[in-house]
């Protein structure tokens, strides 16, 4: 591929923006489309819930790189960990997908220039 090539579908890329996937990608398997969550209190969803109440290790951490600056540096970002958060917490899918799609328009917005992944 010649480096024309490698900047045009970069273009198109950042064009079309962004999926959940490609933001926080081990979170998005897990809270992906048609993904039923795991069982309140089961041991898969402690687990998860430990991850997800930690700034870093939560779906907006992943997405940082697992730091959790953004919790100073952005605050829609710290704003949309925290319903992450309580929606999962309180087992409320269509919210989380809401919440997912709030912050797929956000990243897309605000940080998809400086993620190079
Ligand atoms: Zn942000």
């Known amino acids: 591929m010649g480096q024309k090539q490698v900047a045009f579908e970069k273009t198109k890329h950042q064009q079309e923006g962004l999926t959940f996937s490609d933001i926080s990608p081990k979170w998005a398997k897990r809270l992906g489309e ?54 999962f917490t309180l087992n409320l899918c269509s919210k989380i997908e809401e919440n997912k799609q709030r912050f797929v328009n956000h990243w897309n917005k605000e940080h998809a220039q400086f993620h190079s992944r």
């Open 34 to 87: 048609h993904q039923e969550l795991p069982v309140p209190m089961s041991i898969t969803w402690l687990r998860w819930w430990l991850e997800i109440i930690n700034p870093p290790n939560c779906v907006v951490g992943e997405a940082h790189n697992f730091s959790r600056s953004y919790t100073d540096d952005c605050r829609e970002c710290g704003k949309i960990g925290d319903k992450f958060t309580v929606y």
